[in-house]
């Protein structure tokens, strides 16, 4: 007699996906190929799975389909190695979502002109993805954003197609932490926060980054995750609001605030080092904690750290300015008609990123107090600004000795500050790159 053939359950949805995400034959996404999703989608690529990276810029997709890189931390061979591969498919067209196991959404989360959240860019990612939305698909937000817009924006989008979360498609949040230019960490071991809606949602989410990030960290919802971010962020912003005030209130009592510094983290516990600046740039540390603090507002809460930080820092481009006009009144030169060159445009040293960075608030106020203004910055070769184009001016010599103040607003490796010191007819240094140095010519923050 025959034995009756026991049937093999049929895996859910959740079992085939980790199933294919373990044998790395999940074809994933990643839309937005900007600082985050860049290289996020290369990481994914030298893992083995087929990805697929949308982004609306034509003209950056073309690159990329050409081997280039126009990010800094991503080498042109990788991404020419995975084109040639088959491993990585830059696009435009977000149909290919139709057959991807996993979408990363990495758009941009800029403020509005009110400096409220604008989260169009999620919007308009997410609605291309519930157009595609199939059963087995994995959505992880990445994108900096308010605590409550995966569960109260992004999923409602994604079940109004009728499919259910935990279910029939997987939604996470996954905060990016990648900090560009940073040689140490980067996005492959960097540790990633993964939030998930349901237990299976955060358990998917988990498998997929597991195949080739370091170490993955689990939390209890996406809201948690969200909020991980903001408030890294919002230290961040709040520890330099505290030393940009520390900084102000040594110069009017005489004190080196960076002598004070550099002792005090000689203590081994109990403290960490920020420094003093010409003000918050680039895309995180100036945005992020206003979504937080405007999501508060609608629980009625008032984040005050957050708004007093926002103001101390928001100072500091307009304090450097008055530190340049006391500079040149040593000489006695008034700012109106001087020529200020202002040093690194970029937010921070050695990279070329000048989103939010306050060198351009620096000189867009030397300009309208009546300065003549150039900048240099090996990293910045031409700049858009107040509708023009301008060139970063080489640093020679006789350049140097052309300006009637030079600004270092970014420290960058590559100028030479023996030749600033020797040749600039005076100096504002606001980032203590003359540390040190004894000279009539330098005005320190
Ligand atoms: N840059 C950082 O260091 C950093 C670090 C951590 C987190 N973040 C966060 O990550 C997110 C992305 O930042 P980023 O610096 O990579 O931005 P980015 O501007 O460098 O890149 C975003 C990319 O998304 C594309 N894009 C915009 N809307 C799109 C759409 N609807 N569909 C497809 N592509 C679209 C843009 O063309 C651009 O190429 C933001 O929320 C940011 O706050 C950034």
Redesign the pocket.
């Known amino acids: 007699m025959r034995s009756p053939r026991t049937r093999t359950p049929r895996r859910t949805p959740a079992q085939q996906l980790l199933r294919r995400l373990d044998r790395r034959r999940a074809h994933l996404s990643v839309?937005?190929?900007?600082?985050?999703?860049l290289p996020l989608a290369v990481e994914l690529g030298k893992a083995g799975f087929r990805v697929s990276g949308?982004?609306?810029?034509e003209k950056?997709v073309a690159q990329l389909a050409r081997g280039r890189s126009y990010v800094q931390d991503v080498p042109a061979e990788d991404v020419a190695t995975l084109v040639r591969a088959g491993l990585f498919h830059p696009t435009t067209d977000f149909s290919v979502l139709r057959h991807a196991d996993a979408v990363n959404v990495?758009?941009?989360?800029p403020l509005s002109k009110m400096r409220d959240p604008d989260v169009s860019?999620i919007v308009?990612?997410v609605e291309q993805v519930a157009r595609y939305l199939h059963r087995g698909m994995l959505v992880i937000l990445?994108?900096?954003t308010y605590p409550g817009t995966t569960t109260e924006l992004l999923l409602p989008m994604l079940e109004k197609t009728g499919m259910k979360v935990g279910e029939d498609f997987f939604l996470a949040f996954s905060p990016?932490?990648?900090d560009?230019g940073n040689p140490t960490f980067g996005t492959r071991n960097i540790p990633k926060v993964v939030g998930g809606v349901t237990p299976t949602c955060t358990q998917v989410a988990l498998k997929l980054y597991q195949q080739r990030l370091e170490h993955v960290v689990p939390v209890s919802s996406p809201q948690v995750a969200e909020m991980v971010k903001l408030l890294e962020n919002t230290f961040r912003s709040v520890n330099i609001g505290l030393v940009n005030e520390m900084a102000l209130m040594c110069q009017r009592m005489g004190i080196d605030v960076w002598e004070v510094i550099d002792a005090a983290k000689t203590k081994p516990f109990g403290f960490m080092p920020f420094y003093p600046g010409p003000g918050l740039g680039?895309?995180?540390i100036p945005i992020?904690p206003f979504y937080l603090s405007w999501k508060a507002r609608a629980a009625g809460f008032e984040a005050r750290f957050i708004e007093l930080a926002g103001h101390v820092n928001g100072h500091m481009p307009e304090h450097v300015v008055d530190l340049v006009a006391q500079n040149l009144n040593r000489r006695g030169r008034a700012v109106h008609g001087s020529k200020v060159l202002v040093l690194g445009v970029a937010y921070k040293a050695d990279i070329d990123d000048t989103r939010e960075s306050p060198s351009l608030d620096i000189m867009q106020t030397l300009l309208q107090r009546g300065a003549r203004v150039d900048y240099s910055d090996p990293h910045v070769p031409g700049l858009e600004f107040m509708g023009a184009r301008r060139e970063s001016v080489a640093l020679t010599p006789a350049r140097l000795r052309g300006y009637d103040c030079v600004v270092v607003a970014t420290a960058h490796a590559g100028f030479d500050y023996p030749a600033i010191l020797r040749h600039a007819r005076g100096i504002v240094d606001t980032r203590n790159a003359f540390k040190g140095r004894r000279s009539g010519k330098i005005t320190r923050l």
């Open positions: 839309i937005g190929l900007g600082y985050v999703g949308i982004d609306l810029q950056r990495c758009v941009p989360t860019y308009a990612a990445e994108s900096t990016e932490r990648v560009p680039g895309h995180c992020d």
